[in-house]
């Protein structure tokens, strides 16, 4: 089956470290997103890719950075320049960047040691 | 202000109920979305809409656009309904991705 696949599930990052979270998608779709979920608070865009080797800034993108080399894959690095890095990551696709539905992963939680 | 808001914020309910959740935007938008999130994080889409009205087995979406507002309705809920809903817009003009509202945490009790 199709689908989007965010690993790890949970993450321990030591301050001072990068992390890299990963998303893989097999959906064939062109658009791709990040976004950070903290408790109480709606779903913020922090990156998105409408197509290979191009990005954009969301809502808040500073602290982070991404990648997307291929149209299967959209990693997300927390640098350490990211102050409050803990929270739940979800990433998800669309076929293309004009409203259609978007599919997502089942998230990453990363949290400070 | 945010520019999406959800009502209620929590909703605890009866099995069999008629349940209605309420979003309310302040912007232009293209879409609207519904979606569900479990337990585990994982989100669902429910449900995308620009005009009028869509139905998909006991869920019920409707949006007024001259209103910007926009309702679910589950019919004859069940406890598998026990979930977080979240309404989501496509800003016209805004960067790309949605605009989530906070979600509505919905708990059907047998």
């Known amino acids: 089956d199709g689908g989007i696949t965010q690993s790890p599930k949970y993450l321990f990052r030591k301050e001072g470290q990068n992390v890299t979270l990963s998303c893989e998608q097999n959906?064939?779709?062109?658009?791709m997103y990040w976004y950070r979920q903290d408790p109480g608070q709606g779903l913020r865009l922090i990156y998105y890719?409408?197509?290979?080797?191009?990005?954009q800034k969301g809502d808040i993108a500073e602290g982070y950075s991404v990648s997307r080399e291929k149209k299967e894959s959209f990693p997300l690095t927390v640098t350490s320049a990211q102050k409050n890095p803990t929270a739940f990551y979800l990433c998800a696709s669309s076929i293309g960047p004009t409203g259609q539905p978007q599919h997502f992963g089942d998230g990453t939680r990363l949290s400070i040691l | 202000k945010n520019e999406v808001e959800q009502s209620p914020q929590n909703l605890t309910a009866q099995e069999g109920e008629f349940i209605t959740i309420n979003c309310s935007y302040s912007?232009?938008?293209?879409?609207l979305h519904w979606l569900q999130q479990h337990p585990g994080g994982g989100i669902v889409s429910l449900f995308m809409?620009?005009?009028g009205k869509k139905k998909h087995g006991r869920l019920i979406a409707t949006i007024n656009i001259q209103e910007k507002h926009s309702s679910l309705h589950i019919t004859a809920s069940h406890p598998r309904d026990s979930a977080v809903y979240i309404c989501?817009?496509?800003?016209?003009?805004?960067?790309?991705?949605?605009?989530f509202g906070k979600g509505t945490h919905l708990i059907i009790q047998p």
């Open positions: 912007v232009g938008i293209s879409a």
């Open positions: 809409l620009s005009s």
């Open positions: 989501a817009v496509r800003r016209v003009g805004g960067a790309d991705g949605l605009t």
């Open positions: 890719s409408q197509i290979v080797n191009d990005f």
């Open positions: 959906l064939n779709h062109d658009a």
